[in-house]
């Protein structure tokens, strides 16, 4: 960010039928205006960053495996030191040339009530 660079700080729990799978910590600059809570409840986050005019060209990923601390294990309704799936995304946008990173996620997912899937396709070889 730069020196008066503004970034939105998001933390949510998200649950499916009542269970929480999964808790998100972001930090988004780039933003164009204020989002304030009632956006999310109508769109998602890749539809506000779309709306406000950011433009994502690169984005890296890492999964791996932690213990729940004690604050997660009371959001996810686990015990401390529990399993879980932990996702960091690092979400880059290119500008003059140059990627900058405008969106970092960290994510913690209970592993009995989540599921990552991937689909990729590849680009044909002439």
Request: hydrophobic share 35%; net charge positive.
């Amino acid at each position: 960010l730069a020196d008066n660079g503004k970034a939105l700080h998001l933390v949510r729990v998200r649950s499916r039928d009542g269970q929480p799978f999964g808790y998100y910590d972001s930090w988004t600059a780039g933003l164009a205006k204020p989002v304030g809570k009632r956006d999310f409840l109508k769109s998602t986050r890749l539809e506000i960053f779309r709306k406000q005019g950011l433009r994502i060209t690169h984005v890296t990923q890492t999964i791996s495996a932690v213990a729940a601390t004690g604050e997660l294990a009371t959001h996810l309704q686990t015990e401390p030191g529990a399993p879980l799936i932990s996702l960091v995304r690092q979400s880059f946008e290119t500008r003059k040339k140059q990627e900058q990173l405008v969106d970092y996620l960290q994510v913690y997912y209970h592993p009995d009530r989540f599921q990552y899937q991937m689909d990729l396709k590849m680009d044909e070889v002439n």
